[in-house]
């Protein structure tokens, strides 16, 4: 079992950034696969971004190429979110998740094994 923790969510003003992190600890030889989702009140929980530990190989979900970096470092166990030129369609509660393996479902809520609590990222207008 992985246990992930998330941190860096915050109210920000339209155009501004934010880096959101996390924390893996438990089993984490077990996954290979760590994504970043996020949900909006009433809305289904959407992939954003999926970074490959091994790899390092990187991937977004459309709304935010060239917004969103998706980031590692191996020796911190720990994934980085950030976000720039954040616009208030962005709010909504983060949620970083992993999986062990890599396949072509990496957006897929439902492929990945273990979630952490989530972290709110509100933006203004």
């Known amino acids: 079992q992985v246990q992930l923790v998330e941190s860096g969510g915050g109210l920000v003003q339209a155009g501004g950034s934010l880096r959101l992190s996390c924390a893996a600890s438990?089993?984490?030889?077990?996954?290979?696969?760590m994504g970043w989702f996020r949900q909006a009140p009433g809305k289904e929980r959407e992939f954003v971004a999926a970074?490959?530990?091994?790899?390092?190989?990187?991937y977004y979900a459309d709304s935010v190429k060239g917004r969103f970096t998706i980031s590692r470092d191996n020796a911190k166990n720990t994934v980085y979110l950030q976000m720039n030129s954040l616009k208030p369609e962005d709010t909504a509660v983060y949620y970083c998740?992993?999986?062990?393996?890599?396949?072509?479902?990496?957006?897929?809520?439902?492929?990945?094994?273990?979630w952490g609590q989530g972290t709110q990222v509100t933006v203004s207008s």
């Open positions: 998740a992993s999986r062990p393996y890599f396949s072509g479902s990496y957006y897929l809520v439902g492929s990945y094994a273990s």
């Open positions: 970074i490959r530990w091994s790899a390092g190989s990187t």
């Open positions: 438990g089993r984490t030889f077990s996954s290979d696969v």
